[in-house]
């Protein structure tokens, strides 16, 4: 998403915390410098634990 001119830009505001987002590079990923942080570590977290189709099926079919 580019901008430009800065016009508007302060309506702008964080996914995570609704603050509003002052550099170019936090508008166009939608995250503030502290929040992208904070969420690709529970994106991360979120993947870690999630199970998929495949190892649920996997174990069933070796055991028949």
């Known amino acids: 998403m580019a901008f430009r001119s800065r016009k508007g830009l302060d309506r702008v505001k964080c ?5 509003p987002l002052k550099t170019l590079k936090s508008i166009e ?3 503030g410098p502290i929040c992208v942080k904070k969420q690709a570590a529970e994106d991360a ?3 870690r634990i999630q199970i998929t189709l ?5 174990p069933e079919q070796v055991a028949q």
């Not at 996914?15 to 603050?19: H, L, T």
């Not at 495949?54 to 996997?58: G, N, Q, R, S, T």
């Open 45 to 47: 977290e979120f993947e």
């Open 54 to 58: 495949d190892e649920i099926v996997e």
């Open 15 to 19: 996914k995570r915390c609704s603050k």
């Open 29 to 31: 990923i939608g995250y």
